[in-house]
């Protein structure tokens, strides 16, 4: 009988964190989520718990730009869970919409703790336990990882970049290794992360924006349905799971005024 895989997901308690956490239940997997704060974590627990169908589920707080959370963190799911096979740097921030060179200093210390060191902070956590379970480690990509350059996302952009060589850097250093590293590319999707700027990009430039998303976006729960079985099957090491491919972008382009795909209020 096949052991159960033991996941843990930063930034689980909502957006395409809680949508993984709930997918991997119904793959009969345990799951430790984490989160800013207890409160939100506990609701977390407690909601996927109901729909977990009696799998493993719990949950931790902490702050992913602080190395001594991630190593706490990273203790008590291993030994929530007696283990770790999947560990996946989820946990994120968007930037306040603008250009980087007249963003404040504590904006940009803010989105760089979070997306680009709390990955390196939870890629140092995770790993004695993924060596001893010969598990994954995933970085979760974004815009900017391919230098795509959007006005007004710089800093975010300049973050996810940073990731894009962090995880190939880390994978190839593990090459010999027991753990393997790997890549989630999720799209774009209607979550508080990019709804949060709207109404700061004034009237004409949401309906754009808007739009765009009712082209290219999707609910996460899709992605999740999509991402989380492909992720339980990885095998190699500097593995690249990619949701929204060019082919993908290109059919929703061409038949967008033929589906007319409704995602976002515009």
Same mark, same amino acid.
């Given at each position: ?10 930034? /689980?308690?909502?957006? @395409? ?13 345990? %799951?430790? !989520? &984490? ?7 506990? +609701?977390?627990?407690?909601? @996927? ?7 493993? !589920? ?7 730009? =602080? ?5 706490? #963190? ?6 929530? #869970? ?5 560990? $996946? ?22 989105? $760089?703790?979070?997306?680009? #060191? ?25 815009? /900017? ?12 952009? &300049?973050? =996810? ?9 880390? +994978?190839?250093? +593990?090459?010999?290794?027991? *753990?393997? %590293?790997?890549?989630?590319?999720? /799209? $774009?999707?209607? &979550?508080? *992360? $990019? ?20 082209? @290219? ?5 899709? %992605? ?16 690249? !799971? ?7 972008? @290109?059919?929703? *382009?061409? &038949?967008?005024? !033929? ?8």
């Amino acid at each position: 009988m096949q052991r159960q895989k033991r996941i843990v997901i930063l930034g /689980g308690t909502r957006g @395409l964190g809680r949508a993984m956490a709930a997918e991997f239940l119904m793959h009969g997997a345990g %799951v430790f !989520i &984490t989160g800013r704060s207890d409160e939100s974590v506990k +609701a977390a627990v407690s909601d @996927l718990s109901a729909h977990g169908n009696g799998h493993k !589920i719990g949950g931790g707080a902490g702050d992913v730009a =602080k190395s001594a959370d991630m190593d706490r #963190l990273a203790a008590e799911a291993t030994a929530f #869970l007696g283990g770790i096979d999947h560990w $996946i740097n989820n946990a994120g921030v968007n930037q306040e919409r603008g250009r980087l060179i007249d963003l404040e200093a504590s904006e940009m210390e803010r989105v $760089i703790s979070i997306d680009l #060191l709390g990955p390196m902070y939870g890629a140092r956590a995770a790993k004695p336990a993924l060596a001893a379970s010969g598990g994954f480690l995933w970085f979760m990509e974004g815009h /900017g990882s391919d230098g795509r350059l959007i006005d007004g996302l710089s800093l975010y952009g &300049t973050s =996810k970049r940073g990731v894009a060589y962090l995880w190939r850097a880390i +994978a190839k250093e +593990a090459a010999g290794e027991s *753990f393997k %590293v790997g890549a989630l590319s999720p /799209g $774009i999707m209607v &979550t508080d *992360f $990019i709804l949060q700027n709207r109404g700061k990009e004034g009237e004409e430039g949401w309906k754009r924006s808007a739009k765009l998303f009712n082209i @290219l976006a999707d609910r996460p729960e899709s %992605v999740a349905a999509w991402l989380v079985p492909r992720i339980l099957d990885a095998r190699r090491n500097g593995t690249r !799971i990619v949701w929204l491919g060019t082919g993908k972008v @290109l059919f929703r *382009f061409l &038949t967008a005024g !033929i589906l007319r795909r409704k995602v976002i209020d515009e």
